[in-house]
């Protein structure tokens, strides 16, 4: 026991070390965010000055933010990056669940062959339909479209994946069965009995779609034309463009980018985590 | 029901909130309007040049709206890709550079999205009222594609307050060997490299510097026939000099980026002696770096020979349209664009605005132009870059001329890393390695070229 | 009124947006790709067939050698630079006694929360030089390190190490936490008792534990560095001076939405597809010969 105290004793300012080195970009990009130009280039954090703190508290601002919503319109943007990414969570994980439960629970002819496509289907890199998939969305009419985003999400294979295998662990035939007999509709069975059992990876699998879609960059990048439909992927990068000069906006963008990830991940922390092993770790 | 609800924890539900409130803001948000013309711009000072003569516009004709839209440069050149390979939404008009130009016209003929202006611009006279080299940039195969917007001269601008102190008579420059050894005396190597001075902002990663000088020099990367001519003996001397400037004991470059916040923190803090000056940088400067006031001076380029060109062109911006425009609508865009383009207000608005003088030769009588300048120590800046436009030399537009750019830029790259490498620093000892590297860089340029199925068709 | 019984369709019925997506957004443009890879087009209207041009072309295309070359040192960094830091990191934390480890876990992995976008924004700002904050730290710290020391210029691919470092570090240490936590303890305790040190300890009782999830990690890791896109993109705004940005995702978008040429793009991307199955069956192949 001694010895591991003396251990720990070094553990502490090398595990805070590392942590100063992961949090000094938050800090610095937060910190930029409140300042104009002048103060970016002066401060590297806070601008000095005679405040509390030796902080010049009153030169701080919030102009880059009111700029950002008010003449440049990213409270389109941010509405367009929740309504993609939420829409994309619930679809993907409803056809996720759906093809899971199918895959681990009924038998039927060609069962084992679409295990086997789901499988290969997750390891096609995507690049390498990026091309093609242009060329097929210019021809179903769906370029600049939300839809040409969704469509293609609604039973990803990796959630197929995900969820056979959390089925298989965690729902009893028994149960399926009993309704069955009860007289129970299969789509009524598969929401009010599998999903709730599954609730862990449900959580888990909204959260990495979520997380996904809101930092997807080059799906919407090809695939927007209209600046209106811009997410905010999107939208905070072709700033950099026509407002290269305005480094404390473009941090102010990233911040607004970054936060609700923060918070959402918050809340569904345990189930995220839990999530992202589960393939790993049986996989 | 409600147990059944309890089933999920609040993450899940903080989405479906979320999924449920931005649908019914997306779905319920106006359409933008799309009877208006959109017209598409990547400079904001344009922009704002714009702004009230287009208000102006769309208040005298309610049938023809225009609707301005500022985007960033390669946001606008893919989406002009997308609109005219694929079809989706696209602007009527669009303000864009000769790069984008040359990517647009590289398809096939009956793919080129834009309008052809050539016989407009024969029968209503513009192409002799219009500076001539203002034309080279938007031509392939003898059309053109583009109204010109400018000339975009290009000029030497110094800090006028350290070469007086330093009492420096900047009339003894005529080349640029005069240049780094009239200059020499400013440039401070302290060690701290948080105070030293260099004379020249310029970089070999700059190859739009790169191509102003090419240019200047007579060299290039295209002949008339659109034959690649990286290779030239003059092209050789240029990159060669550049070399010399960026690395070695005499060093006189710095990069400070433009339109670039850290690179004009250099400016204001005087680590930058003089920078090489298209009309449009000088407004961008008087906007962004007013501190600079009453402490520059503009002067003609230094030539490379003595008695040689004393300018160059940097930039330019052509007003194109689209042609799947019916003829009718079109009329009324060209009206709009003369409107624009034409008018004395808007070239003096211009001029104030954004320091851009017209191509449009008949309007380089306006007094505007012979104001004096206050940020440039009252110099008569709109005379001094008029003055040079005639001189402006040719551009031939390719659809490869980003892959020259690219290659040859590559060149001055290797270069610099060859004097670092070997120690060599003049222009002399750098002359045989750069012409060997123009050469590979023209191999390569012929080698992208006999690729491209589309272009080898009409040879 | 089956009762006790399925009917025969209602598994395929669960599975119909699976296969309807599939068969729409990844098997057709898949085949396509095929076709596009023998054509060359400006854009998705005009396309030309070539026969084998594309790839003949590739292999002798010095653009298509620099952006496979930035990729596998990327590659390379991510795995022995990379990997190493999480699993030591993972090692840290793995302590029950130590107090906020969980606080610990969650600073560690919050960059990972960041997308590569963001990430891009933040340290395209963070590498300027002279006024970016690595260089004011360096420079500070140490005066003789350059403030024009150019990052973004000459050190591109250090640069993306060093971002992707601060991004991926922590998400990997998840997944070595969590091979940890089987690891049991009775048997670490048993080496130690038995006079084993620390680091043979960690050879022969804990990394043959985690052996499995490790193979993952490498997997994982491998295949995303591979297709390296965004974090580049965004921190040099294309492909930086004298393409040393360049990668192989970034050339196929280049050549596709850049150029126009989309059948060269479905050319570089096959090339892609092929060495990433090469990497995984090269995994497999060797995770199982570790197994037996």
Known sequence: MKKSNTALLFLYPLLVFFSILTLVPFAWMICAAFKGNADFFNSLFLPQGDGFLGIAWHRLTFANFTKLFGELGMLRATMNSVFLASTTALLGTLGGAMGGYALAKFEFRGRKWMTRLVLAAMIIPGPLLMAPGYQMMYHLGLLDTYAGMLLPTIAPAFGIFLFRQSILNSVPMELIEAARIDGAGEVRIFATMVLPIIRPMIGAFLMITFLGTWNNFIGPQILFQSPEKFPLSVAINSLKGVYGQDYGMLMAGTLVSIAPILVLFLLLQKEFIAGLTAGSVKG | ?459 | ?292
């Open chain 3, 1 to 292: 009124m089956n009762k006790g019984r399925t009917p025969a369709m209602t598994p395929w019925i669960f599975l119909i947006p699976f296969l309807l997506t599939f068969a729409v957004f990844t098997l057709y443009p898949l085949t396509q790709s095929f076709v596009l890879s023998f054509q060359q087009t400006f854009g998705p209207r005009s396309t030309v067939p070539v026969g084998f041009e594309n790839f003949r072309y590739l292999f002798t295309d010095p653009l298509f050698w620099i952006a496979l070359k930035n990729t596998v040192i990327f590659t390379l960094c991510s795995l022995f630079v990379q990997l190493p830091l999480s699993l030591g990191l993972a090692l840290l934390l793995n302590r029950p006694e130590l107090k906020g480890r969980s606080l610990f876990r969650l600073i560690f992995f919050a960059p990972s929360l960041v997308g590569l976008v963001f990430v891009g924004m933040i340290f395209s700002l963070i590498f300027e030089k002279r006024t970016g904050l690595l260089n004011v730290a360096l420079h500070a710290i140490a005066p003789a390190f350059p403030l024009e020391f150019p990052w973004l210029q000459n050190y591109v691919m250090p640069a993306l190490v060093i971002a992707a470092l601060w991004l991926y570090v922590g998400f990997n240490m998840i997944y070595f936490l969590a091979a940890l936590q089987t690891v049991p303890d009775e048997l670490v305790d048993a080496a130690g008792i038995d006079g084993a040190g620390p680091w043979d300890r960690f050879v022969h009782v804990t990394l043959p534990h985690i052996l499995p999830v490790a193979g993952f990690v490498v997997l994982l890791s491998i295949l995303g560095s591979l297709q390296l896109f965004e974090l580049p993109f965004v921190l040099l705004g294309g492909s930086g001076p004298e393409n040393r940005g360049l990668t192989l995702v970034m050339y196929l978008y280049n050549t596709g939405f850049v150029t126009g040429d989309l059948g060269y793009a479905s050319a570089i991307g096959w090339v892609l597809a092929l060495i990433l199955a090469g990497v995984t069956i090269g995994q497999r192949a060797l995770s199982r010969k570790g197994e037996e």
């Open chain 2, 1 to 459: 029901m409600f147990e059944w609800l309890r089933n999920f924890s609040l993450g899940v539900w903080a989405i479906v909130v979320l999924a449920v409130v931005s649908s019914i803001f997306i779905f319920t948000r106006p359409e933008p309007s799309s009877n208006a013309h959109a017209f598409w711009l990547f400079a904001r000072p344009h922009l704002q040049a714009y702004e009230p003569l287009i208000a102006k516009w769309n208040g005298e004709q309610p049938e023809m709206q225009i609707k301005p839209l500022l985007l960033s440069l390669p946001a606008m050149e893919r989406r002009l890709f997308s609109g005219f390979m694929a079809g989706t939404p696209m602007a009527d008009l669009f303000e864009i550079t000769q790069i984008v130009t040359a990517r647009l016209i590289s398809g096939p003929v009956e793919d080129i999205g834009l309008r052809d202006l050539t016989d407009l611009l024969t029968s209503e006279g513009l192409s002799d009222t219009i500076n001539p080299p203002s034309f080279s940039p938007w031509m392939l195969r003898g059309r053109i594609y583009g109204l010109p917007h400018d000339v975009h001269p290009v000029l030497l601008a110094y800090r006028s307050d350290l070469v007086e102190e330093a009492g420096i008579d900047v009339t003894e420059i005529e080349t640029w060997e005069d240049f780094v050894r009239v200059m020499g005396p400013l440039k401070r190597l302290d060690g701290k490299s948080a105070e030293d001075r260099y004379l020249l902002n310029i970089w070999q990663t700059n190859t739009e510097v790169l191509q102003v000088l090419l240019l200047q020099a007579g060299g290039g990367f295209f002949d008339a026939n659109l034959r690649p001519v990286l290779d030239s003996e003059v092209n050789a001397m240029v990159i060669a000099t550049i070399a010399t400037w960026c690395t070695g004991p005499n060093r006189i470059a710095i990069d400070a980026p433009e339109l670039s916040a850290s690179g004009n923190a250099l400016k204001m803090r005087g680590q930058v002696v003089a920078t090489i000056m298209p009309d449009w940088l000088a407004g961008v400067w008087k906007n962004d770096m007013p501190g600079l006031s009453g402490k520059l001076k503009l002067m003609p380029l230094p030539a490379w020979t003595k008695g040689g060109r004393r300018t160059s062109v940097m930039g330019g911006t052509m007003l194109g349209f689209n042609r799947d425009v019916p003829d009718k609508v079109f009329k009324q865009q060209w009206e709009f664009a003369k409107f624009l383009y034409r008018s004395p207000e808007i070239a003096a608005e211009m001029f104030r605005r954004s320091t851009i003088i017209p191509p449009d030769r008949n309007l380089w009588k306006l007094p505007v132009f012979d104001e004096a300048d206050p940020y440039f120590s009252d110099q008569p800046v709109g005379r001094l870059f008029i003055e040079q436009a005639p001189n402006v030399p040719l551009r031939v537009s390719s659809p490869f001329f980003n892959a020259a750019i690219e290659h040859s830029g590559q060149a001055l790259l290797r270069l610099v890393e060859y004097a670092n490498a070997n120690d060599v620093h003049t222009i002399e000892g750098l002359l045989p390695k750069s012409r060997e590297l123009l050469d590979g860089a023209q191999q390569q340029l012929m080698r992208d070229m006999q690729r491209n199925v589309f272009m080898r068709e009409d040879e």
